[in-house]
């Protein structure tokens, strides 16, 4: 695990530029990302009377891989839901400083807020943005999850990451399947595959995107498996993120015969309950459409 610090403030860059990421609709159906602007770009009206942004940075790099013939799920979603792990923690980080320092006030956060958790990671001297429009760490590649505590501490801040390490590589832009990343560092999110297939909601997903889906059911890690930085990723050690054996095993075939009731039962603690037995049934047909994944 990772740790910086920042000082909470208003984010004034990031605010326009997620305002021009906004006009120009990358965010597609995600109407949250649109509600509760200024608290997304300012802590302080979030937590009020917060001091410091806390951000950590939790590795669930696997050391196993899918068989040949499973649909692609991304390996962040192989294990128990990562909010649920990460939750308890920064609770547990919460209780730890006002048992070490008295009472304090603060909130802990992991993609469940509008917080610009790569934004603070970035401040608090974690790592940069790549050009995949992840957060960029030279020790450990990207295959993170990021958890930001607001807290009323006011705490010594951390030098902001002020260099990228890009340099003129761009796989990750090469590599996208539906061409999302427009520009470095921006992704329009509508394009995205994973987006396609746990955010988009509707019955079908538009067939010219569909069919560049490359196999992948649930999430999309290509942009992270072509960056060079990611040769430095090294295995967890959470046992929650053990991979569920259907994750990796199960054949396209096989998912098209599960039942919701089966998927109910075996994804019930998974993020991948977030799409529910309906919306991996319809990337499921997305993935079989194209010809990838084995249909005994």
Not at 141 to 149: D, E, H, N, P
Not at 172 to 201: F, Q, R
């Amino acid at each position: 695990m990772s740790c910086g610090i920042a000082t909470a403030r208003r984010l004034d860059d990031d605010a326009r530029r997620l305002e021009a990421w906004l006009s120009k609709g990358y965010h597609g159906s995600m109407g949250y990302m649109e509600r509760h602007f200024d608290m997304r770009v300012d802590p302080r009206l979030l937590v009020p009377g917060a001091k410091s942004v806390i951000t950590l940075l939790y590795n669930y790099f696997p050391d196993v891989q899918q068989t040949a013939d499973a649909p692609r799920i991304a390996r962040y979603a192989w294990g128990t839901d990562y909010h649920y792990v990460i939750r308890e923690k920064l609770n547990e980080l919460l209780a730890e400083l006002s048992t070490q320092i008295g009472a304090i006030e603060g909130r802990g956060f992991v993609d469940s807020a509008p917080v610009l958790e790569r934004s603070w990671a970035v401040n608090s001297g974690l790592g940069w943005i790549g050009k995949n429009g992840n957060l960029l760490n030279r020790q450990t590649g990207s295959f993170f999850f990021i958890a930001t505590l607001i807290t009323d501490l006011p705490l010594v801040p951390d030098a902001p990451f002020a260099t990228s390490h890009c340099g003129t590589c761009t796989r990750c832009i090469d590599a996208c399947p539906t061409k999302a990343i427009t520009a470095p560092g921006v992704v329009d999110g509508s394009k995205c595959i994973s987006y396609l297939t746990i955010e988009l909601k509707d019955a079908l997903i538009p067939n010219e995107l569909q069919q560049k889906m490359d196999g992948w059911m649930f999430g999309c890690d290509v942009c992270q498996e072509v960056c060079p930085w990611n040769r430095f990723s090294k295995p967890h050690s959470e046992p929650a993120f053990t991979p569920i054996p259907e994750v990796l095993n199960l054949s396209i075939g096989e998912w098209e015969a599960m039942t919701e009731t089966q998927f109910n039962k075996v994804f019930k603690n998974s993020p991948m309950k977030r799409s529910k037995w309906k919306g991996v049934m319809r990337n499921v047909q997305a993935v079989k459409s194209n010809g990838a994944g084995d249909t005994l």
